[in-house]
Nanobody
């Protein structure tokens, strides 16, 4: 069984910063792509950023230049550094990972962490 556990969300003022973390644990042989998604109230879940096992990154246009995704393969952890936060960044943030373990490759999701940007 594989679990993804997120941390680091909270309330921050506009222009502030937060760093989200997502650690994978359980029966893991290898982790391929990892990513962050978000879902605001009344909206569909949308991609924020992804990172491959080799470190190649991709960002939504709305966060380019403000957010940075990174990963520590030794710790099975992906991070999202969020700077210059705006009220429109308010959402529940979810991490996901493509994990090979126990003979299969599955996409796993974390439980989500709330990020609120407000003065």
């Amino acid at each position: 069984q594989v679990q993804l556990v997120e941390s680091g969300g909270g309330l921050v003022q506009p222009g502030g910063s937060l760093r989200l973390s997502c650690a994978a644990s359980g029966s893991i042989f290898s982790i391929y792509g990892m990513g962050w998604y978000r879902q605001a109230p009344g909206k569909q879940r949308e991609l924020v950023a992804t990172i491959t096992s080799g470190g190649s990154t991709n960002y939504a246009d709305s966060v380019k230049g403000r957010f940075t995704i990174s990963r520590d393969n030794a710790k099975n952890t992906v991070y999202l550094q969020m700077n210059s936060l705006k009220p429109e960044d308010t959402a529940v943030y979810y991490c996901n990972a493509d994990i090979y373990g126990l003979g299969n490759l599955l996409t796993h999701w974390g439980q989500g962490t709330q990020v609120t940007v407000s003065s």
